[in-house]
């Protein structure tokens, strides 16, 4: 199937590894020029020698105005943006009285403020060439909430009308604008937590856990001509652990 994709310029967000260095390696074998970005320079250097990306550029996007900071800088040095993928860490477990305000402010530059900056640089540019795929991978939080993951379950919940939001304004000009939401998937944090095979086959239906890949092939397929027509959505790549409609 041919994407289209050859020559398009992109920046992926925490990308120097994970389900992030997944989706910038299956961009980049379709032929998209890519920057990639995350926290760690010394990471991020290695990950742009394995996987060819064009370049990379470090930032936090817990502070304030690195997600404006870094799209702009990604759009000089690509010479414009076809498609823009932001991806966060998750933020740390806490129940609801042990949140600090402190914390929600972290979570909520991270998990929000940051997209909303990046897309705000990204937007103008991908309308200018009547062509934009804003990709957000956030989780299945988003839909339903987990256990202990309060500002994750808050945050990530209200970017699906965000997200709704933009892909109304935008869709006259060719932008489309989508969410991904892993489920278990095989990060090197989910492997830290040394889950046995009962326990995974007890949480996800389909008995193993995801594959980054798996969820990098649905955004590079959204990012080319073969996602034109599909904007606003809301995608679950959980094997199956998700039970609403």
């Not at 020698?49 to 702009?72: F, H, N, P, Q, V």
């Not at 009285?97 to 402190?102: D, Q």
């Amino acid at each position: 199937m041919e994407l289209g994709l050859k020559g398009k310029k992109a920046l992926v967000m925490g990308a120097s590894q994970g389900i992030g260095k997944a989706v910038a390696e299956s961009l980049i074998k379709e032929g998209v020029r890519v920057i990639i970005n995350s926290r760690t320079e010394e990471k991020l250097s290695k990950t742009c020698e394995e996987i060819g990306a064009e370049g990379y550029i470090s930032g936090d996007l817990t502070l304030s105005g690195e997600g404006k900071r870094i799209t702009e800088e990604a759009i000089s040095k690509l010479g414009g943006i076809d498609i823009l993928v932001s991806n966060t860490g998750g933020p740390a477990k806490g129940l609801f009285s042990e949140v600090s305000t402190e914390q929600w402010q972290t979570d909520f530059q991270s998990l929000w403020m940051s997209v909303v900056e990046s897309w705000n640089s990204a937007l103008p540019e991908m309308k200018k060439q009547n062509y934009g795929r804003l990709i957000l991978v956030t989780s299945i939080a988003a839909k339903e909430p987990l256990s202990g993951l309060t500002t994750s379950n808050g945050l990530r919940a209200g970017l699906n009308g965000l997200a709704k939001s933009v892909s109304d304004e935008y869709a006259k000009y060719g932008i489309t604008a989508n969410l991904l939401l892993p489920g278990y998937t095989a990060t090197d944090r989910l492997k830290n937590l040394n889950l046995s095979e009962d326990k995974i086959k007890e949480m996800v239906p389909a008995g193993r856990l995801g594959e980054p890949r798996e969820l990098a092939n649905l955004a590079t397929f959204l990012s080319g001509e073969t996602g034109s027509y599909i904007t606003g959505q809301s995608f679950a790549v959980d094997g199956g652990v998700l039970r609403g409609h």
